[in-house]
């Protein structure tokens, strides 16, 4: 199995902007992020609380997903598709994670109180 880094991104939008982030995020940020070499793993919205949580991925261990993210910070196509967009956000946590089981699947065969293998 290929070695993937993961990225917890934890946002608080202003909450008037929320529903018009999600609908930006939804459209332009997986097939931007894709074009890069990163992968969407999942995504989650707290409607109540303003708050968008999703996972971002890359192959190769940290050293080569801060290269991808720097270059990716650089690229004239994010730019582009952040270019005349409000200002979102009250907060961003962002930071790295690790994968402590790798499927539902995998939690569902185990029995109550089993470790993961």
Request: hydrophobic share 40%.
């Amino acid at each position: 199995m290929t070695e993937r880094t993961f990225q917890l991104r934890h946002y608080t939008t202003v909450p008037e902007h929320f529903d018009g982030f999600v609908a930006w995020w939804a459209r332009t940020l997986p097939p931007l992020r894709a074009r890069h070499g990163f992968a969407v793993e999942s995504a989650y919205g707290i409607r109540d609380r303003h708050q968008f949580i999703w996972v971002v991925s890359h192959p190769g261990d940290r050293a080569a997903f801060e290269a991808a993210e720097r270059r990716y910070a650089d690229a004239a196509d994010r730019a582009a598709a952040f270019a005349g967009i409000p200002n979102w956000m009250e907060t961003m946590d962002i930071t790295f994670v690790d994968a402590v089981t790798t499927t539902a699947q995998e939690i569902d065969r185990q029995e109550p109180g089993e470790a993961p293998q």
